[in-house]
């Protein structure tokens, strides 16, 4: 065999080598992309259950933890802004009077669909919130936030409700898509998308 018939058959081989392995690589990135939207389309789904499990929800903690003492109407709304904090209650007024319960006084609750993924998660923060409601809503305390008002009512709910503990502040694990790792000491950082850029950000932690 000459030199050029040599060299166009390793050419042949390696053309096929490139094929098999171009081949390879797309079919790994199409099972990843396909893992990533079934990821997507279960989360998606999940928070759609838990959407429509929060009225029910309330209507069971309202009645059988506060003894309704809070309004029917009570606005609970998810705010996709809320990344780290599960939840949180908004202290408002009425600008005109109002037959509802705490007259003038109403409250909104906002829940986080990044931290709330699973219906347990959803209950105990809900409850927590609920207790915020009434010490304003029914009370008219709004300071401190984790004052007495607060704790009677959180008492009185984990009385009538013994699974429920209701706490200051929550210990979920929050699922981030994106994770980085300073190469120096290991520290990891979360984020929900590609915010850290890492040839300028240096770690919190060492410095590095």
Known sequence: MTAEETACVRATMLVALLTVAT???????????????????????????????VPALY???????????L?????????????????????????HGSTSTGGSRRAEIELSPRVLDSPERLRITLAHELCHAAQWVVDGSCNPPHGERFW????????EL????VTTRHSF????????????????????????????????????
């Open 71 to 95: 309004p029917a109407d009570l606005n609970i709304v998810w705010n996709p802004r809320l990344r780290r904090t599960a939840g949180r209650c908004r202290f408002l007024t009425r600008s």
């Open 59 to 69: 209507e069971s903690l309202n009645r059988e933890g506060f003894d309704n003492a």
């Open 23 to 53: 081949r390879a690589l797309s079919l790994a990135f199409a099972s990843r992309a396909a893992g990533a939207a079934r990821g997507a389309a279960s989360g998606a789904a999940t928070r759609r259950q838990l959407e429509a499990a």
């Open 162 to 165: 013994p699974d429920l503990e």
């Open 152 to 159: 009677y009512w959180a008492a009185r709910l984990q009385r």
């Open 173 to 208: 694990p929050i699922f981030c898509r994106h994770q980085y790792a300073c190469v120096e000491c290991g520290q990891a950082y979360g984020r929900h998308s590609k915010s850290i850029d890492v040839r300028r950000r240096r770690c919190g932690c060492c410095g590095g």
